[in-house]
């Protein structure tokens, strides 16, 4: 199966930058793209950002011009890379990647177990 591990939360000051990586590892044929959700304490999960195997991104609309989402296709890791980050951006960060465990399987979403972002004064 594919596992998903993410590094690189913390606290940050407002303004603050932080970068999140997230490393897909396990029987892995194939990952047709990953993102970053976050779940901030009493609201539902929502979408960061998602970038496909081609490099096609999307933003949610309160993070675009801050967070910037890559990937590296060679190591099947996605980085979030943050910047000027704000009170409310505080949440359990999420990555995700639609992948193939094998050539005779389908694509699943799986999930990694979240990294904790907290900024505060």
């Known amino acids: 199966q594919v596992q998903l591990v993410e590094s690189g939360g913390g606290l940050v000051q407002p303004g603050g930058s932080l970068r999140l990586s997230c490393a897909a590892s396990?029987?892995?044929?194939?990952?047709?793209?990953m993102g970053w959700y976050r779940q901030a304490p009493g609201k539902a999960r929502e979408l960061v950002a998602d970038?496909?195997?081609?490099?096609?991104?999307n933003y949610a609309d309160s993070v675009k011009g801050r967070f910037t989402i890559s990937s590296d296709n060679t190591k099947n890791t996605a980085y979030l890379q943050m910047n000027s980050l704000k009170v409310e951006d505080t949440a359990v960060y999420y990555c995700?990647?639609?992948?193939?465990?094998?050539?005779?399987?389908?694509?699943?979403?799986?999930w990694g177990q979240g990294t904790q972002v907290a900024v505060s004064e």
């Open positions: 396990g029987s892995i044929f194939g990952i047709n793209g």
């Open positions: 995700t990647a639609e992948a193939r465990p094998t050539r005779f399987s389908g694509y699943g979403r799986y």
């Open positions: 970038i496909t195997s081609g490099g096609g991104t």
